[in-house]
Structure formats: C-alpha cells, structure tokens
C-alpha cells in the first residue's frame, strides 16, 4: 500500500474512482447473478471480476489492498462452466450426422462438468463479497 | 501469463500514469504476436489474455482518450477470434479419436479463427487505422503489422 508515497494524490483519486465503478459492476452482476442464474449473467458476472482482477494487476500502487484469492477462485469456476458450455455448443456445431453416437458421452460429461462449476460458483459467491473502498 | 507490474511510484498525473500502463500493456501484446505467425496454442492463449489486459485498460482510458476507442474494438474483435481458436483447442484435447471426421471440421474452424486473427492485426497497423491513436499514445508499435503476423 503506498498511497502515502505517490507523488500525485490525483492518480490515487482516479484509481479509486476506477475501483469503486468496477466493484459495483461486479456487485451488480452477482446479484443478478444470484438471483437467476443464465448464460448471459454468468458472462456478465465473469467479466466483472476479471476487470476487477485487472484493474489491481494495473493499479496496485494507486489503490487500497485487497485479497485477489477468493476472485481468482471464482474466475477459475466462471471459466470451467464457460468452457464446458462453448465446448458442447461448438461440439454440436461441427458434429458429422455419422458421429453422433460417439459423441454423446462427450457432451454429457460436458454438460455434468457445466452443471458442477455452476454449483461451486454459487458457493463461490457466498464468499466473495467486496466492499467499496 | 502472469501481468508485468506497472511502476507509478514517480508518475506524475493521471495522463502520465494512464500511459505507463498502456506502454507495460501493448508491450506485453507485442512481445506475444510471433505467436500468429507459429500457431502454438499455448502462446496464443498467452496473446489472447495480453489483448484483453490492454483492451480492459484502454476501455477505462476512453473518456479521458477517445483516440484509443478504436483500439480498444479491434483488441476486442482480436480476442474473440483467439477465443474461438482456443474453444477449438480445448474441444479437440477432449475429443476422443472416433470423432475424426467432426475433429477435422473442429480444426478447420480453428485454422479459420486463426486467419482472422492475422488479418485483424496486419489492418490495425495500416494508415489511419485502428492502431494509429495507441501507437501516439504510447510511442510503441511502429513497424509491426507488416508481415509480424504473415
């Protein structure tokens, strides 16, 4: 933390304007989020936590200390359910009529894989809580 | 790839800092493109992350900079193309060999993904294209898009 140390109170002033936006984008989408979880909110909520992953990678001399540990869990589980789920989707895309049998055990350990990131993220969650600096 | 640290310690004012950040940014980006060229997923994995590091950093710089909002798409459109080589990747490790024949339109879409993200970086680089305000903004990029990713 080397607030105290910038020669500039004005960049320590815009970083944390910078911060405080991102937290309640990230908020925002988690409450969505929890409230009913979609394809599209679990983008919303993936983007929103990588930004505020981002934002601390570019800005961590300007802004107050935060722990990255329980978001980078919960950038891990949103990807895990991501993946699985444009695995499947581009699976089916390219999928030969011939080879459709041979492929049912692989979108169905992809939709169990997609299902159990999506129960760890709603766990991820309860943790996860950020405050506004 | 883990994001360089940016050093604000003696930035003076917030144009200056929001420089040093988008100088350590495209850096990152312009060290990772020979992997256009090679094809190696690994590397362009790597690239496709520096590309939203940057992208996520000019998206903030914007309202103070609306020259980099042209930079700032293109990276976006540059990241979608490698998030679909990617997705690609992933499904073709998963894919077991009886699969062959959807395999081999998997990796067809991929070589597709990969010729779009060429060309969206050879453009960015032309004339008034969408890298020229980053590239006053940051001093960096100069002489890259011809054949950097051929």
């Known amino acids: ?133 | 790839m883990k994001a360089r640290h940016v050093d604000l310690s003696d930035s003076c004012g917030v144009d200056d800092a929001m420089r040093r950040i988008a100088i350590v940014r495209f850096a990152e980006v312009l060290t990772l493109v020979p992997a256009l060229r090679h094809g190696r997923s690994m590397d362009l994995h790597d690239l496709r992350i520096a590309c939203k590091r940057l992208r996520y950093a000019l998206e903030r710089y914007t309202p103070r900079e609306p020259a980099l909002l042209e930079a700032a798409s293109r990276l976006g459109q540059l990241q979608d193309a490698l998030g679909d080589l990617h997705d690609r990747d992933l499904l073709l490790l998963a894919m077991p060999k009886d699969l062959h024949v959807s395999a081999q339109r998997v990796r067809m879409q991929r070589d597709d993904a990969l010729s779009r993200a060429r060309a969206l970086w050879r453009d960015a680089f032309a004339t008034y294209g969408p890298f020229e305000g980053l590239m006053r903004f940051t001093g960096l990029g100069y002489g890259f898009g011809d054949g950097s990713a051929s």
Do not use: N
Request: net charge positive; charged share 40%; proline share 5%.
């Open chain 1, 1 to 133: 933390m080397v607030i105290d140390e910038m020669p500039d109170e004005r960049i320590a002033e815009w970083a944390l304007g910078l911060v405080k936006a991102d937290v309640h984008a990230f908020k925002r989408a988690r409450a969505r989020f929890l409230r009913q979880p979609s394809a599209k909110r679990l983008h919303e909520l993936r983007t929103t936590a990588r930004r505020l992953r981002c934002i601390h990678e570019d800005l961590r001399e300007a802004i107050p200390p935060f722990s990255l540990k329980r978001l980078r869990r919960l950038i891990d589980l949103t990807g895990e359910a991501r993946d699985a789920a444009v695995m499947r989707e581009a699976l089916r895309e390219a999928l030969d009529v011939r080879e459709r049998r041979a492929a049912r055990k692989l979108l169905r350990m992809l939709r169990r894989r997609e299902l159990l990131a999506l129960k760890h993220i709603a766990r991820a969650l309860e943790h996860v809580r950020p405050q506004q600096p």
